[in-house]
T-cell receptor, first 114, second 109 residues
């Protein structure tokens, strides 16, 4: 089945540690996205990538980094510079056909900083 | 600054009620407006609207877009407990998708 796989589902981190969240898709989608979701704030865009080896900052990129070395993969690193990293992280992918851009989401990764 | 505003933020109804969820937007390079349902984890796609005045329907759910007044509504008739979820409105810009804060709908038996 085609879809997006995020791992791990739950992650605990000590302050000062970097962590990397995995996102893999087998939908052959060109674009991939990372969103952060906090209670009452909807989804906020962290980074997105339209093609391999290229990515753009979203609204809240500070303290995060990404790479897009393969079309299928778009890992997100939460660095120690991110002041409030505890959140639910959603990865998504899309391909634009006939002007339509519908996102397909992974099941999410919940990060808790202890 | 681009923004997508949803109202109400939360709503509690009883089974059988009809609800209307609102989404207004101010976005440059508008391409389309989308509605998603998020029950626990991954949001799932409901509707995509690109033209004003054309209602999209799927069973008890329907949605319409007004590009002149910059808003969309999502209607759910004869609500069921399974409709309980967060409903997200998103606007597709040229390169990315901007989301609203969501409306949390709770349907009581």
């Amino acid at each position: 089945d085609g879809g997006i796989t995020q791992s791990p589902k739950y992650l605990f981190r000590k302050e000062g540690q970097n962590v990397t969240l995995s996102c893999e898709q087998n939908l052959n989608h060109d674009a991939m996205y990372w969103y952060r979701q906090d209670p009452g704030q909807g989804l906020r865009l962290i980074y997105y990538s339209q093609i391999v080896n290229d990515f753009q900052k979203g609204d809240i990129a500070e303290g995060y980094s990404v790479s897009r070395e393969k079309k299928e993969s778009f890992p997100l690193t939460v660095t120690s510079a991110q002041k409030n990293p505890t959140a639910f992280y959603l990865c998504a992918s899309s391909t634009r056909r006939s002007g339509a851009n519908v996102l397909t989401f992974g099941a999410g990764s919940r990060l808790t900083v202890l | 600054e681009d923004k997508v505003v949803q109202s109400p933020l939360s709503l509690v109804v009883h089974e059988g009620d009809t609800v209307t969820l609102n989404c207004s937007y101010e976005v440059t390079n508008f391409r389309s407006l989308l509605w998603y349902k998020q029950e626990k984890k991954a949001p799932t796609f409901l509707f995509m609207l690109t033209s004003s005045g054309i209602e999209k329907k799927s069973g008890r759910l329907s949605s319409i877009l007004d590009k002149k007044e910059l808003f969309s509504i999502l209607n759910i008739t004869a609500t069921q407990t399974g409709d309980s979820a967060v409903y997200l409105c998103a606007v597709d810009r040229d390169n990315d998708m901007r989301f609203g804060a969501g409306t949390r709908l709770t349907v009581k038996p």
